[in-house]
Every structure is written in structure tokens, then in C-alpha cells.
């Protein structure tokens, strides 16, 4: 998952730079970075924690520079080393290179057995220290030569900022998978940022999606230079939509919220229930859940309190962590439930974990009965495009059927958005990354591929 910002010819890049990623703070909680690039050197600065409290302003201050690339991480089990926080900086023969990555390299491994075949060393797991090496161990004279090489030996889901002391290279993989948008800043900078929501915070005026297999230049003095790499093959991520990005984002053209409105009423249409009220998982099924009861016509009650000081229920790899968290982190106003009907609305089910919680939590509020409904398909397979999901044997779709989740779960009913609602709620006006509901593994890659070690 993770985030990413490129800054260019900004005043106070790293200052732009931060409050982008803290806007962005919901694509990763674990880690954070900022490298600045002055002309002459680049300055890092990066560390485990949420951005608020890794930066300080004294910091911020000692980083000067027009050029900003900066990353939040997102917490993958078993990897949870500073070593792992981005951006990734390296001396090589040209001079110095810093790299922010969001997405997973799929042929990760087979790349980085070759480079050590030819006397690489490795110092972490994330497949963005494969693009330092290749981009070093290229022949050609120019960076953005190197560049290029090293983009035909890359494949998955990538969006990159690359920066050298003076220009910053900024690419979307061909099939534009994660997002990726370009804004110009009040002061006549530019700034590319994984979600448009930095831009409101920084003032940035949005002027376009970077486009898949897109390659942008960024040089002092000029505008940025595109050029097409790849021939686009336009596949965005539908779990964006679904659960990752922040509501008021606009995503290749459309608003989260808006699209997860239209989730809930495709799900009000395909599997309805009879019910006094309908409540949402919050924050996760908000839309959706307005989207379901104006669909049935039954009253919308935020019915459930969440605690915002916990983070979310994925962050803990260990099963026992998340079966608290969830207590810790929602609690229903019984008063509201005792003797309801309800319809709950959550917008994706992984392992069972939270449904399971809730429906105890809700019967246990005195609510008659449970009807669980999920805005997204039912997940049968590993994402491995960067959106962190378990392996297989985890995923409680991938090996029930509807009938046998609601029963262990609890819910007096089952029901989920299907993949022909999910595509009209999004709009049927192109062809949605949908590796988790149907397998279709079209990027390279497969359920077996190793998951999100650190870039994404
Ligand atoms: P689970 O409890 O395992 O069924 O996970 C479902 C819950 O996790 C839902 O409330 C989602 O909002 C949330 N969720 C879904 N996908 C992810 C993800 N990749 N990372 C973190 N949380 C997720």
C-alpha cells in the first residue's frame, strides 16, 4: 500500500513534502521519510512512526532543498525493520539517488538472485533496493538512460520518484495500477502525489492523473518533459475504491466517496434485507452504508463508536492483537440497537476477523437480529499489486462459501456486492484491477508470489 510525494521546485519542498504525507497518513502508519535534493546533495531523513511524530519542525527546517521525494510505509507482518523505511538513498557512479516506491515488483526475486549472481549486496527485503542496484549497474551515460533500462526489468505495480541532486523522474507502471496524480503548488512548484487529497492540504491545484506508462521529467527552470514508456494498459485498482483511499480523493477522474455511495446502493439492489436500521463499520463502511440505506429506505444510524487513538485492525500481524483491537476500537450505543433489525455495512471481509467481532458485539447490544453486508466482492485471492492481503489459506472467501461465513461469523445473513455490481458502481468505462476477486493475475505474478515486502 504506502504512499508516495514528489516535490519540484518548491520553496520549502520538505515542509510541502510533510504535510502531504500527512495527509496520506492512511496508506501507512509504520514508517516515514523525506530526502531533500539541493543541487548539490541530497539530505535523508526517515524513521519508524506516523509523520506528525518522526518529523520536527527543527528538522524540517535543516532539510533545504527545492526537491522533495518523501513515503509513508504501511506495516507488512514479518518486516517491520527501520532499514525497511523509504525513500532508499545510494552513491553510485553518477553521483546520489534517492527512490520512493508504492506498488510490489512481482519478479522481485528472480532480479535480486541475478544481481547477487553478479556480487550485489543487499541490505534490506523491499524490492526498491532491486531498482537502486539496477539503475547503478547500468551502462548508459545518463540517468534517465538508466532509468529506462531499468524499467524493462521491472514488472507488477509501481509508482516511482526518483531523485538525483537536481531533476526528479517520476513514473506510473503501464497499467496504472496504483494512483498517481501531478498538481502545480501556489508557488509555482509541482508536486506528484499518490492521493489528491495532499493537494487540498498544500494548496496544490490538481492538473492531471500521471498516466500508465508514464515517464515525467522534472528540470529547474523547465516544464516537466513527458514521455510515454510503455503502452498503457489501463487496469486501476479497484480496492482503492473499495477500502484504501480517503473519501474525498479523486482517483483517475472519480471521487472515492462518491463511488462507495454508489457500492452501497448497487449492494441495497443485489442482496437487500428486511431491517429497522442500517449502521456502517466505521469509518471503512460510511459510504456504502449511506449508499445501502437510501437503497432500502431504512434509516442510517452510526450505531457503532469508533475509538480513533487505535490504529487500524490490520497494523498487528498477530491473530491474538486483532481480536482485541477490535474491541478496543468500536463499541455500539446500545440504546439504539436493543430490539433492532440491523443491517451492517463494512466494505470488505478478509479473514472473518471483524465481521465476526461485530455481529457478537451487536447481538450482545440486544439487536434482534445481524444482517452482515459487504460493499466488495468476496476476496478470494492475494493482491500482488500492492495492496497488502494474507496468503490464500488466510483469506475466508478463498475457502467458504457464503452460507458457511455467516455461520461462523454469527450473522443471522450474509450477502456481498457482486463483480458485475462492483463494475457498475465504478462505471463501466474501463477495466478495473479486480486480482483479488477473480485472480486474474494480468500484471505478471501469482497467489504465490510474495506480497508487499516493503515497497508497497
Ligand atoms: P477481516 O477482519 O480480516 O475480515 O478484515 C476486514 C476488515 O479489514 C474490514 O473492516 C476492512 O475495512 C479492513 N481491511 C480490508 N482490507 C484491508 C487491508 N488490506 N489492510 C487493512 N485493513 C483492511
Partial sequence: MCAIVGVFGAKKASTVAYYSLFSMQHRGQEATGISVANGEKIKLYKKRGMVADVFSQETLDSMEGSCAVGHNRYSTAGSESQGDAQPVFAKYKLGEISVVHNGNLVNKNEVREELIAKGAI???????????????????????????????????????????????????DRFGIRPLSLGKLPDGGWIVASETCAFDLVGAEFVRDVSPGEMLTFEEGKEPVSEQIFEPDYHPCAFEYIYFARPDSIIDGKNVYQTRLQMGRKLAEEVPAEVDLVLPVPDSGVAAARGYAEGLGVPFEMGIVRNHYVGRTFIEPTQEIRDLKVKLKLSPIKHLIAGKRVAIIDDSLVRGTTSKQIVRMLKEAGAAEVHMRIAAPEIKFPCRYGIDTPTRAELISASHGVEEIAESIGADSLGFLSVDGLIDALGRDRTYSLVSFDGNYFAGGSADTPGCAGGC
Avoid: P, W
Fill in 122 to 172: 543487499f541490505q534490506t527485503d523491499m524490492d526498491t533496493e532491486n531498482i537502486i542496484h539496477l539503475i547503478a549497474k547500468s551502462q548508459k551515460d545518463a540517468l534517465v538512460d538508466r532509468i529506462k533500462d531499468m524499467l524493462t526489468r521491472i514488472e507488477g505495480a509501481y509508482c516511482l520518484a526518483i531523485q538525483s541532486r537536481s531533476k526528479m523522474f517520476v513514473i506510473r
